[in-house]
Nanobody, 123 residues
Framework: QVHLVESGGGLVQAGGSLRLSCAAS????????MAWFRQPPRKGREFVAA????????NYADSVKGRFTISRDNAKNTVYLQMSSLNPEDTAVYYC????????????????WGQGTQVTVSS
């Protein structure tokens, strides 16, 4: 089982940027598609972005398309989420996860999840 640790969250003003990292340990994630999800306050968990094994294929939620970029460095066993033009609606706990699957338009992820990192965007 892989251990995922997110970092890079914090408090930022609207219009600002943050870069989240998801570092994996225990085994390589180079053979896993990876994804970021988030859970806003008092809401359910929602899909943010996914990336294929090589990084050539990416998918984004409509709400973040054009503002967020998912990437990975398999040599470092790490996945990133570059977030720009942040707004208060992006406030959430952000999680990385392995093996995202889209079924019926709904994204879900596999067994491995990190503990999350808090992102708070002030207006």
């Amino acid at each position: 089982q892989v251990h995922l640790v997110e970092s890079g969250g914090g408090l930022v003003q609207a219009g600002g940027s943050l870069r989240l990292s998801c570092a994996a340990s225990g085994r390589t994630i180079s053979s896993n598609a990876m994804a970021w999800f988030r859970q806003p306050p008092r809401k359910g968990r929602e899909f943010v972005a996914a990336i294929g094994v090589t990084g050539a294929v990416t998918n984004y939620a409509d709400s973040v398309k054009g503002r967020f970029t998912i990437s990975r460095d398999n040599a470092k066993n790490t996945v990133y989420l570059q977030m720009s033009s942040l707004n208060p609606e992006d406030t959430a706990v952000y999680y990385c996860a392995t093996d995202p699957v889209r079924k019926g338009g709904i994204w879900s992820a596999g067994r491995d999840w990190g503990q999350g990192t808090q992102v708070t965007v002030s207006s």
